[in-house]
């Protein structure tokens, strides 16, 4: 059975979760922390629930056999669309981005006008609608996929004029709206955090889901006694389902590790 020393799980379809490890890390730096990302099938974004949910269970599995006593499902659209599937199928508290997204956009809105941002299959999905709709009745969420948020993160385009531009596009409908806190939906967007607030403006607070999610894990393993006691720091290991270079390369990006160390595996049919 998982106990305090065993290790937190955390799975995206790509490596934008890296950016909840760097949360959790940061939060949590005794815990020991085991990263899969789907990279053979990304993006998850773009496919059906229930290839979704099949994937994501394939993760989770992958995770529980090193033995992981938590499970944080760091991909939004998984989060969105297979939460229910992985905790009717495992016994292991998981976690997902959503909840704690919406909790802190409704803590921090005074208008009750909130924007989302993330993949077509979060949009879509209504998610954040409605976990924020059920904390605070009567709020105005307006969402809006940002499909090109990704590839520009993964292509280390950060600050280019292209960035710049296509925030414009994607985003001057918040200004328009006049939302006083926007979501980042998708775990690629905290490293656009600085264009994003740019375009949207000082008036618009913005929560990152990786900081919001880290908090999360933190109370949940408090609660439930499963903190890890060491005052040793904690390790981290960090496996791929493909392209182990071109991640290695995304992940000094994400986590400012030089020496990151990644070990190619497979997940069903992958």
Same mark, same amino acid.
Request: hydrophobic letters at 45%.
């Given at each position: 059975?998982?106990?305090r020393?065993?290790?937190?799980?955390?799975f995206?379809s790509?490596?934008?979760g890296?950016?909840?490890?760097?949360?959790?890390?940061?939060?949590?730096?005794h815990?020991d922390y085991?990263y899969?990302?789907?990279?053979?099938?990304?993006?998850y974004?773009?496919?059906?629930k229930?290839?979704?949910?099949?994937?994501?269970?394939?993760?989770?599995?992958?995770?529980?056999?090193?033995? !992981?006593?938590?499970?944080?499902?760091?991909?939004? &659209? *998984?989060s969105?669309t @297979?939460?229910?599937?992985l %905790?009717?199928?495992f016994?292991?508290?998981?976690?997902?981005?959503?909840?704690?997204?919406a909790?802190a956009?409704?803590?921090?809105?005074?208008?009750g006008s909130?924007?989302?941002?993330?993949?077509?299959?979060?949009?879509?999905?209504?998610c954040?609608?409605?976990?924020?709709?059920?904390?605070?009745?009567?709020?105005?969420?307006l969402?809006?996929?940002?499909?090109?948020?990704?590839?520009?993160?993964?292509?280390?385009?950060?600050?280019?004029?292209?960035?710049?531009?296509?925030?414009?596009?994607?985003?001057?409908?918040?200004?328009a709206?006049?939302?006083d806190?926007l979501?980042?939906g998708c775990?690629?967007?905290?490293?656009?955090?600085?264009?994003i607030?740019d375009v !949207?403006?000082?008036g618009?607070?913005?929560v990152? &889901? *990786?900081s919001?999610? @880290?908090?999360?894990?933190? %109370?949940?393993?408090?609660?439930?006694?499963?903190?890890?006691?060491?005052?040793?720091?904690?390790?981290?290991?960090?496996?791929?389902?493909?392209?182990?270079?071109?991640?290695?390369?995304?992940?000094r990006m994400?986590?400012g590790?030089?020496?990151?160390?990644?070990?190619?595996?497979?997940?069903?049919?992958?």
């Open positions: 059975m998982p106990g020393s065993s290790p937190v799980g955390v995206d790509g490596v934008g890296l950016s909840v490890i760097k949360a959790l890390m940061e939060r949590l730096p815990e085991i899969i990302g789907d990279t053979a099938r990304l993006p974004g773009t496919k059906t229930s290839t979704i949910a099949r994937f994501s269970i394939e993760n989770a599995e992958f995770l529980l056999s090193k033995g !992981v006593k938590l499970v944080v499902v760091a991909c939004n &659209s *998984a969105a @297979a939460l229910d599937a %905790r009717a199928r016994d292991v508290p998981i976690i997902g981005v959503i909840k704690p997204g909790d956009a409704v803590e921090s809105t005074t208008s909130i924007g989302v941002i993330g993949t077509e299959a979060t949009i879509n999905s209504g954040y609608e409605h976990e924020i709709l059920r904390l605070r009745p009567g709020a105005r969420v969402g809006k996929p940002c499909p090109l948020f990704v590839p520009l993160v993964e292509e280390s385009w950060l600050d280019d004029p292209i960035t710049h531009q296509v925030a414009e596009r994607y985003l001057a409908v918040f200004r709206t006049r939302v806190v979501i980042l775990t690629h967007y905290p490293l656009l955090a600085g264009v607030a !949207v403006g000082p618009t607070a913005i990152d &889901s *990786a919001t999610v @880290a908090g999360a894990v933190e %109370r949940l393993l408090i609660k439930m006694n499963l903190a890890n006691d060491s005052d040793s720091p904690g390790t981290h290991k960090f496996y791929v389902t493909d392209l182990p270079a071109k991640i290695k390369r995304i992940g994400f986590l590790i030089d020496d990151l160390s990644i070990e190619l595996v497979r997940l069903g049919a992958s």
